[in-house]
């Protein structure tokens, strides 16, 4: 099994920063790459951004597109999501998930995910 920790949400302004954290450990060999989720109150769970293990490739959705960041670091098996000019509508809990998606293309289905953290709430205020 892999264990998912997220952490370094809060209350932020509108066009503030934030940084999350999701650490993993466990069987994280098992997982191709690593995904971050969100879900708002009333709404469905959407996709965020993902980033492979091995080749660092990134893919993101059109409504974070250069405002966030998806990095990884290898050695402390840590998925980091840098969030800038945040909006009120990126409320929401933000979830990092363990990937079985071979191509990073493919992330943006949460079927291909088989582990989760337990999210962590982010707020933005105007």
């Known amino acids: 099994q892999v264990q998912l920790v997220e952490s370094g949400g809060g209350l932020v302004q509108a066009g503030g920063s934030l940084r999350l954290s999701c650490a993993a450990s466990?069987?994280?060999?098992?997982?191709?790459?690593m995904g971050w989720f969100r879900q708002a109150p009333g709404k469905e769970r959407e996709f965020v951004a993902a980033?492979?293990?091995?080749?660092?490739?990134?893919y993101y959705s059109d409504s974070v597109k250069g405002r966030f960041t998806i990095s990884r670091d290898n050695a402390k098996n840590t998925v980091y999501l840098q969030m800038n000019s945040l909006e009120r509508e990126d409320t929401a809990v933000y979830y990092c998930?363990?990937?079985?998606?071979?191509?990073?293309?493919?992330?943006?289905?949460?079927?291909?995910?088989?582990?989760w953290g337990q999210g962590t709430q982010v707020t933005v205020s105007s």
């Open positions: 998930a363990s990937g079985t998606w071979t191509l990073v293309l493919l992330a943006i289905s949460a079927k291909l995910y088989n582990y």
């Open positions: 466990g069987r994280t060999f098992s997982s191709y790459g």
């Open positions: 980033i492979s293990w091995t080749s660092g490739s990134t």
